[in-house]
């Protein structure tokens, strides 16, 4: 539920609304715009009367949102939410580039990378260090070690580290490297850690579930949102259908979709949509033309010899000719690519 006071309430008339949603067990989330203070009661609405705030002084009107989503919803928060990271953007006229490798595998290659990237115009750094594998005898990723690379590469290119978070138990570590914490596809509905992530004070790039439908996606944001952590990119990755010629099939329809109901940022991540480099180009496009405010892209030196996703990871050149090519894209949306 929504409360709009009338404008020039006053803190009093404030305090007192905000009592009477606690008096029925909800908390109030209080945004006070230019013209008015609107107030919004998180939790279960069922009980809640409406009635008890329509006759109130001070309230011009109550709007229930019938969204099971709320926190997240344009119905609650009408102007883009953008994201800033040392001083890098999610969302605006900027379209962010996150780039580097699946994994972190070692330091050289992973300061390497990052400073090829960062000079093609990537905007954020990225780079796994708790992976997670189908296999369990696959590469598992090199846990604290590729954190402290991913902070040597930071050091080396300015640029802030979004690296993925599997099981809160590693909170502590990856709070003391990252910059961004990346919530993968796989974990998108693993709500004991969606609920410890909402606690944190750091961006989180959460990644749609590969079958997860974009009300199910919201409401992931929706568990993260609701602890209080509301700096949230949303990140399209391709979701799992009948097709086997591309790795994941793409939904477009996606980046339009949410940001009409919501006014999170919104990323894509054509590698993991496409498992294969010829493809990362054309649906980057698409991406950026339907809307996207930023991509994630996986970048490898030796794409032949990557301890994983290597069919999909673009060679630092082949990234930088991308790049270019996505910025008259880009420019006939009003935006322009990264720092390129
Ligand atoms: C990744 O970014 O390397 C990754 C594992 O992505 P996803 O969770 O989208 O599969
Ligand atoms: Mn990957």
Not at 91 to 107: H, K, N, Q
Not at 120 to 137: M, V, W
Not at 204 to 229: C, D, F, H, P
Not at 238 to 247: A, D, K, S
């Amino acid at each position: 539920m929504i409360i709009v006071l009338k404008p020039g309430a006053t803190q009093g008339e404030v305090d007192e609304v905000d009592g009477k949603i606690r008096s029925f067990g909800l908390s109030s989330h209080i945004s006070r715009g230019v013209e008015r203070t609107i107030i919004g009661a998180i939790g279960d609405e069922r009980k809640m009367d409406a009635e008890a705030f329509e006759g109130m002084e001070c309230v011009e009107k109550v709007l229930r949102i019938l969204k099971p989503y709320k926190l997240v919803s344009r119905d609650f928060q009408k102007e883009d939410t953008v994201v800033t990271v040392l001083g890098q953007k999610v969302g605006g006229d900027t379209i962010a580039l996150f780039a580097g490798p699946c994994s972190v595998e070692g330091r050289d290659m992973m300061v390497g990378i990052a400073e090829r990237v960062a000079a093609a115009g990537a905007t954020f750094l990225r780079g796994g260090a708790f992976k997670p594998r189908t296999s369990p005898y696959a590469f598992q990723g090199l846990g604290e070690e590729g954190l402290r690379y991913l902070a040597e590469a930071r050091a080396a290119t300015g640029l802030p580290v979004a690296t993925e978070l599997m099981d809160p138990r590693d909170i502590d570590v990856v709070m003391k490297y990252a910059d961004v914490i990346q919530i993968g596809a796989r974990n998108m509905q693993n709500f004991r850690l969606l609920t410890e992530v909402g606690k944190l004070d750091k961006p989180v790039i959460l990644k749609r579930g590969m079958s997860a439908t974009i009300v199910e996606w919201l409401m992931s944001a929706e568990y993260i949102a609701s602890q209080g952590n509301r700096q949230i990119i949303l990140c399209e990755r391709g979701v799992r259908t009948f097709e086997t010629e591309t790795r994941n099939t793409f939904d477009v329809s996606a980046i339009p979709v949410v940001k009409g109901l919501s006014h999170l940022p919104v990323i894509a991540d054509p590698s993991h949509a496409a498992g294969k480099v010829g493809l990362v180009a054309p649906l980057a496009a698409a991406a950026i033309a339907a809307g996207a405010d930023g991509l994630m892209i996986e970048v490898h030196d030796r794409p032949e010899k990557a301890l994983s996703d290597g069919p999909q990871s673009l060679k630092p050149d082949a990234f930088r000719d991308v790049v270019a090519r996505l910025t008259k894209i880009a420019s006939a949306v009003g935006r322009r690519v990264g720092n390129a």
